[in-house]
Nanobody, 123 residues
Framework: VQLQASGGGLVQAGGPLKLRCAASGLTFGTYAMAWFRQTPGKEREFVAR????????DYGHSVKGRFTISGDGAENTVNLQMNTLKPEDTAAYYCAATNAVIGGTVASSYDYWGKGTLVTVSS
């Protein structure tokens, strides 16, 4: 299983950004996928998760209402649309996958990780 995250960059506060996670080596739609983020010295924080087989999405409290996670079976990607970005959203963002109907909200729930993509929100 390989996960490749992309789409990070520098954006002004209040602006949007879309992250993309390309997945290979797995049966897309049967794996639970998620996004986490991490800043230096802190633990990896749950951002959003999706169960495509169940049609379920879930979000961390700090991003609920601003971020949207979605899956594209045709391209084997999981996207994270981030709107109304805040400086505190600045972090390295990671996509993750596990062979389950839905994964948990802690990093240890996931077996596969992509390299992070850095998001910087300027005030």
């Amino acid at each position: 299983v390989q996960l490749q995250a992309s789409g990070g960059g520098l954006v002004q506060a209040g602006g949007p950004l879309k992250l993309r996670c390309a997945a290979s080596g797995l049966t897309f739609g049967t794996y639970a996928m998620a996004w986490f983020r991490q800043t230096p010295g802190k633990e990896r924080e749950f951002v959003a998760r999706i169960s495509q087989s169940r049609g379920i999405t879930d979000y961390g409290h700090s991003v609920k209402g601003r971020f949207t996670i979605s899956g594209d079976g045709a391209e084997n990607t999981v996207n994270l649309q981030m709107n109304t970005l805040k400086p505190e959203d600045t972090a390295a963002y990671y996509c993750a996958a596990t062979n389950a109907v839905i994964g948990g909200t802690v990093a240890s729930s996931y077996d596969y990780w992509g390299k992070g993509t850095l998001v910087t929100v300027s005030s």
